[in-house]
Protein backbone atom coordinates (compact mmCIF):
# COMPACT_ATOMS: atom_id res chain seq x y z
CA UNK A 1 0.00 0.00 0.00
CA UNK A 2 2.70 2.25 -1.08
CA UNK A 3 0.51 5.11 -1.66
CA UNK A 4 -1.30 5.11 1.76
CA UNK A 5 2.14 5.28 3.35
CA UNK A 6 2.99 8.35 1.42
CA UNK A 7 -0.41 10.00 2.09
CA UNK A 8 0.35 9.63 6.52
CA UNK A 9 3.57 11.13 6.34
CA UNK A 10 2.57 13.45 4.48
CA UNK A 11 2.62 17.32 6.28
CA UNK A 12 0.33 20.01 5.47
CA UNK A 13 2.55 23.43 4.69
CA UNK A 14 1.34 27.29 4.55
CA UNK A 15 -0.32 28.61 1.68
CA UNK A 16 2.46 31.24 0.07
CA UNK A 17 1.49 34.74 -0.24
CA UNK A 18 -0.27 35.57 -3.53
CA UNK A 19 -0.79 38.40 -4.96
CA UNK A 20 -4.15 39.93 -6.44
CA UNK A 21 -5.50 43.23 -7.87
CA UNK A 22 -7.35 45.64 -6.57
CA UNK A 23 -9.36 48.64 -7.59
CA UNK A 24 -10.23 50.67 -4.04
CA UNK A 25 -12.40 53.81 -5.23
CA UNK A 26 -13.50 56.41 -2.09
CA UNK A 27 -16.68 57.77 -1.64
CA UNK A 28 -17.36 61.14 -4.09
CA UNK A 29 -18.46 64.21 -2.89
CA UNK A 30 -21.37 66.41 -2.48
CA UNK A 31 -22.13 69.50 -4.51
CA UNK A 32 -22.59 72.65 -2.58
CA UNK A 33 -25.51 74.84 -3.00
CA UNK A 34 -27.10 78.69 -4.00
CA UNK A 35 -24.43 78.48 -7.51
CA UNK A 36 -21.82 76.20 -6.53
CA UNK A 37 -19.59 74.19 -7.09
CA UNK A 38 -19.73 70.36 -8.19
CA UNK A 39 -17.90 67.60 -5.34
CA UNK A 40 -14.44 66.06 -6.53
CA UNK A 41 -14.86 62.12 -7.18
CA UNK A 42 -13.42 59.15 -4.51
CA UNK A 43 -9.79 58.98 -4.56
CA UNK A 44 -8.74 56.47 -7.26
CA UNK A 45 -6.30 53.71 -6.55
CA UNK A 46 -5.17 50.52 -8.24
CA UNK A 47 -2.24 48.05 -8.33
CA UNK A 48 -1.62 44.95 -6.61
CA UNK A 49 -0.90 43.80 -3.37
CA UNK A 50 0.63 40.66 -1.53
CA UNK A 51 -1.68 38.72 0.83
CA UNK A 52 -1.68 35.30 2.29
CA UNK A 53 -4.31 32.94 3.80
CA UNK A 54 -5.99 33.04 6.75
CA UNK A 55 -5.10 36.56 7.12
CA UNK A 56 -8.05 38.54 7.99
CA UNK A 57 -8.32 41.72 5.63
CA UNK A 58 -10.20 44.76 5.61
CA UNK A 59 -12.75 45.80 3.85
CA UNK A 60 -14.78 49.29 3.60
CA UNK A 61 -17.27 50.89 0.78
CA UNK A 62 -17.09 54.70 1.29
CA UNK A 63 -20.32 56.20 1.27
CA UNK A 64 -21.21 59.27 -1.00
CA UNK A 65 -20.96 62.90 0.75
CA UNK A 66 -24.61 64.67 1.32
CA UNK A 67 -25.53 67.63 -0.74
CA UNK A 68 -24.28 71.08 0.52
CA UNK A 69 -27.18 73.11 2.68
CA UNK A 70 -27.99 76.43 2.13
CA UNK A 71 -26.77 77.43 5.82
CA UNK A 72 -23.23 76.41 4.92
CA UNK A 73 -22.93 76.28 1.13
CA UNK A 74 -20.65 73.09 1.16
CA UNK A 75 -21.10 69.94 0.26
CA UNK A 76 -19.84 66.98 2.62
CA UNK A 77 -16.50 65.44 1.89
CA UNK A 78 -16.84 61.40 0.70
CA UNK A 79 -16.11 58.80 2.96
CA UNK A 80 -12.76 57.02 2.98
CA UNK A 81 -12.44 53.16 0.90
CA UNK A 82 -10.14 50.44 2.10
CA UNK A 83 -8.37 47.59 1.41
CA UNK A 84 -5.96 45.86 3.92
CA UNK A 85 -3.39 48.54 3.79
CA UNK A 86 -4.85 50.36 1.15
CA UNK A 87 -6.81 53.65 1.52
CA UNK A 88 -8.69 56.00 -0.96
CA UNK A 89 -9.58 59.09 0.36
CA UNK A 90 -13.20 60.46 0.32
CA UNK A 91 -13.43 63.13 -2.28
CA UNK A 92 -13.67 66.77 -1.25
CA UNK A 93 -16.85 68.66 -0.69
CA UNK A 94 -18.59 71.38 -3.45
CA UNK A 95 -18.04 75.22 -2.63
CA UNK A 96 -21.15 77.52 -3.08
CA UNK A 97 -22.19 81.41 -3.03
CA UNK A 98 -19.53 84.24 -2.11
CA UNK A 99 -16.58 82.46 -3.69
CA UNK A 100 -15.83 79.72 -1.55
CA UNK A 101 -12.84 77.25 -2.36
CA UNK A 102 -13.62 73.81 -2.91
CA UNK A 103 -12.57 71.09 -0.67
CA UNK A 104 -9.73 69.11 -0.41
CA UNK A 105 -10.01 65.46 -0.82
CA UNK A 106 -9.37 62.06 -2.80
CA UNK A 107 -10.38 64.69 -6.00
CA UNK A 108 -10.98 68.15 -4.87
CA UNK A 109 -14.30 69.74 -4.94
CA UNK A 110 -15.27 73.02 -7.32
CA UNK A 111 -14.83 76.09 -5.69
CA UNK A 112 -17.95 78.27 -5.77
CA UNK A 113 -19.50 81.34 -7.29
CA UNK A 114 -19.12 85.34 -6.82
CA UNK A 115 -21.30 88.01 -5.72
CA UNK A 116 -20.27 90.88 -7.34
CA UNK A 117 -18.60 91.96 -10.86
CA UNK A 118 -14.91 91.52 -10.82
CA UNK A 119 -14.25 89.15 -8.00
CA UNK A 120 -11.12 87.39 -8.15
CA UNK A 121 -10.20 83.52 -8.95
CA UNK A 122 -10.89 81.10 -6.24
CA UNK A 123 -9.48 77.68 -6.77
CA UNK A 124 -11.13 74.31 -6.56
CA UNK A 125 -10.25 72.68 -4.10
CA UNK A 126 -6.92 69.99 -4.05
CA UNK A 127 -6.10 66.48 -4.90
CA UNK A 128 -4.91 65.67 -1.29
CA UNK A 129 -3.04 63.28 -0.96
CA UNK A 130 -2.03 63.49 -4.10
CA UNK A 131 -1.76 60.14 -6.68
CA UNK A 132 -5.52 59.88 -6.38
CA UNK A 133 -7.39 62.25 -8.14
CA UNK A 134 -7.34 66.22 -9.46
CA UNK A 135 -7.78 69.18 -8.15
CA UNK A 136 -11.17 70.49 -8.64
CA UNK A 137 -12.26 73.45 -11.19
CA UNK A 138 -11.40 77.07 -10.80
CA UNK A 139 -14.36 79.73 -10.15
CA UNK A 140 -14.06 83.16 -11.56
CA UNK A 141 -14.88 86.80 -11.53
CA UNK A 142 -17.46 88.10 -13.80
CA UNK A 143 -19.22 91.38 -14.87
CA UNK A 144 -22.36 89.52 -13.43
CA UNK A 145 -23.38 87.62 -10.72
CA UNK A 146 -23.18 84.20 -9.68
CA UNK A 147 -21.77 82.40 -12.13
CA UNK A 148 -18.03 80.78 -13.06
CA UNK A 149 -18.90 77.69 -10.42
CA UNK A 150 -16.27 74.98 -10.64
CA UNK A 151 -17.04 71.31 -12.11
CA UNK A 152 -15.34 68.73 -9.51
CA UNK A 153 -12.23 67.07 -9.91
CA UNK A 154 -11.99 63.82 -10.94
CA UNK A 155 -10.55 60.43 -9.76
CA UNK A 156 -7.08 59.48 -11.42
CA UNK A 157 -8.00 61.90 -14.37
CA UNK A 158 -7.52 65.51 -15.66
CA UNK A 159 -9.18 68.59 -13.57
CA UNK A 160 -11.18 71.33 -15.31
CA UNK A 161 -11.00 75.05 -15.27
CA UNK A 162 -14.27 76.79 -16.26
CA UNK A 163 -15.15 79.98 -18.34
CA UNK A 164 -16.84 82.96 -16.52
CA UNK A 165 -19.95 82.65 -17.51
CA UNK A 166 -20.86 79.00 -17.39
CA UNK A 167 -20.56 76.60 -15.01
CA UNK A 168 -17.74 74.08 -14.88
CA UNK A 169 -17.91 70.20 -16.08
CA UNK A 170 -16.55 67.57 -13.93
CA UNK A 171 -13.98 65.83 -14.86
CA UNK A 172 -13.75 62.48 -16.66
CA UNK A 173 -12.89 59.65 -14.34
CA UNK A 174 -10.32 56.63 -15.26
CA UNK A 175 -11.66 53.01 -16.96
CA UNK A 176 -10.47 50.14 -15.71
CA UNK A 177 -10.60 46.72 -16.78
CA UNK A 178 -10.48 44.93 -13.57
CA UNK A 179 -13.82 42.92 -13.79
CA UNK A 180 -13.05 41.91 -17.67
CA UNK A 181 -14.60 44.76 -19.04
CA UNK A 182 -13.47 48.21 -19.19
CA UNK A 183 -15.84 50.52 -17.33
CA UNK A 184 -14.76 54.47 -16.51
CA UNK A 185 -15.98 55.45 -12.91
CA UNK A 186 -14.85 58.37 -10.33
CA UNK A 187 -16.49 61.28 -12.65
CA UNK A 188 -16.38 64.52 -11.15
CA UNK A 189 -19.45 66.23 -10.55
CA UNK A 190 -20.63 69.63 -12.85
CA UNK A 191 -21.67 73.14 -11.67
CA UNK A 192 -24.47 74.63 -10.98
CA UNK A 193 -25.92 77.40 -13.09
CA UNK A 194 -27.55 80.96 -13.12
CA UNK A 195 -29.97 82.14 -15.11
CA UNK A 196 -30.68 81.86 -19.17
CA UNK A 197 -27.30 82.67 -20.03
CA UNK A 198 -25.35 80.51 -18.13
CA UNK A 199 -24.90 76.73 -18.75
CA UNK A 200 -24.95 74.04 -16.09
CA UNK A 201 -21.94 71.61 -15.78
CA UNK A 202 -22.22 67.98 -17.01
CA UNK A 203 -21.46 65.53 -15.07
CA UNK A 204 -17.77 63.69 -15.51
CA UNK A 205 -17.84 60.68 -17.47
CA UNK A 206 -17.82 57.79 -15.11
CA UNK A 207 -20.65 58.86 -12.65
CA UNK A 208 -20.41 62.33 -11.78
CA UNK A 209 -24.00 63.88 -11.25
CA UNK A 210 -24.37 67.41 -13.33
CA UNK A 211 -25.25 70.89 -11.99
CA UNK A 212 -28.69 72.28 -11.32
CA UNK A 213 -30.12 75.06 -13.05
CA UNK A 214 -31.70 77.92 -11.46
CA UNK A 215 -34.27 80.31 -13.27
CA UNK A 216 -34.25 83.66 -13.20
CA UNK A 217 -35.88 84.34 -10.20
CA UNK A 218 -33.13 82.48 -8.43
CA UNK A 219 -35.44 80.36 -6.13
CA UNK A 220 -36.05 77.45 -8.70
CA UNK A 221 -33.88 74.87 -9.92
CA UNK A 222 -34.71 73.28 -12.87
CA UNK A 223 -33.34 70.87 -13.55
CA UNK A 224 -32.04 69.86 -9.79
CA UNK A 225 -28.93 69.10 -9.59
CA UNK A 226 -28.07 65.24 -10.17
CA UNK A 227 -26.24 62.93 -7.40
CA UNK A 228 -22.87 61.31 -8.24
CA UNK A 229 -23.85 57.17 -9.34
CA UNK A 230 -23.62 54.98 -6.62
CA UNK A 231 -20.54 52.43 -6.95
CA UNK A 232 -18.31 54.67 -8.76
CA UNK A 233 -17.27 57.32 -6.66
CA UNK A 234 -19.16 60.19 -8.28
CA UNK A 235 -19.11 63.72 -7.11
CA UNK A 236 -22.77 65.37 -6.99
CA UNK A 237 -23.56 68.26 -8.83
CA UNK A 238 -23.58 71.60 -7.25
CA UNK A 239 -27.02 72.98 -6.80
CA UNK A 240 -28.18 76.33 -7.92
CA UNK A 241 -30.89 77.98 -5.54
CA UNK A 242 -31.44 79.41 -2.45
CA UNK A 243 -32.82 76.43 0.29
CA UNK A 244 -32.14 73.79 -2.31
CA UNK A 245 -29.40 71.71 -1.68
CA UNK A 246 -26.75 70.26 -3.66
CA UNK A 247 -26.64 66.47 -4.99
CA UNK A 248 -25.11 63.87 -3.03
CA UNK A 249 -21.67 62.08 -3.73
CA UNK A 250 -21.83 58.57 -5.06
CA UNK A 251 -20.84 55.67 -3.19
CA UNK A 252 -17.25 54.17 -3.53
CA UNK A 253 -16.25 50.39 -4.40
CA UNK A 254 -13.56 47.70 -3.98
CA UNK A 255 -12.59 45.06 -6.67
CA UNK A 256 -10.64 42.68 -6.01
CA UNK A 257 -9.25 40.11 -8.23
CA UNK A 258 -6.82 36.80 -7.33
CA UNK A 259 -6.32 33.73 -8.14
CA UNK A 260 -9.16 30.90 -7.72
CA UNK A 261 -6.63 27.76 -6.72
CA UNK A 262 -4.13 27.83 -4.06
CA UNK A 263 -0.66 25.32 -3.96
CA UNK A 264 -1.43 23.51 -0.92
Known amino acids: MPILGIIASSKLVAVSPTSVDYLVIAGGAGGGTQHAG ?9 SSL ?11 IGAGGAGGVYSSNIG ?17 GGAGYNGLAGVA ?31 GGTATGTTSIYTGAGGGGAGAAGSNTVQDTSAGAGGAGSASSINGTSTTRAGGGGGAANGATDIHGAGGSGGGGAGGYSTASGNVQTPAAVAGTVNTGGGGGGGAAYNINGAAGG ?3 VIIVGPSTFTA
Open 38 to 46: GGGAGGYRT
Open 50 to 60: AVSSGTPITVT
Open 76 to 92: GSGSNSVFSSITSTGGG
Open 105 to 135: GGSGGGAGSHAGGGAPTVSGGAASPSGEGNA
Open 251 to 253: SGI
